[in-house]
């Protein structure tokens, strides 16, 4: 028996569950990198974005994520 520690969900329900959640209508997604976390891109008609999924077990580095990123944000 093989152990699966991570699976990626399927491009098309998580794009479907961040148009619904974000409101941003992107039409395209990509997975750029996993690591941490998933990164994917994402685009709509004029718009580009990044959307980074975190694994469960990762949910500490997500949260620190988020202190620098405001942290940053405050610095300019």
């Given at each position: ?39 994917y ?36």
């Amino acid at each position: 028996m093989i152990s699966i520690f991570h699976s990626y969900p399927e491009c098309s329900s998580l794009l479907a569950a961040i148009n619904n959640h974000y409101r941003i209508n992107a039409t395209k997604l990509y997975l750029y990198r996993d690591m941490i976390g998933s990164v994917y891109f994402l685009e709509s008609d004029d718009r580009r974005y990044v959307f980074k999924l975190f694994r469960f077990e990762a949910t500490d580095v997500a949260l620190q994520s988020l202190e620098v990123i405001s942290y940053l944000r405050n610095l300019y």
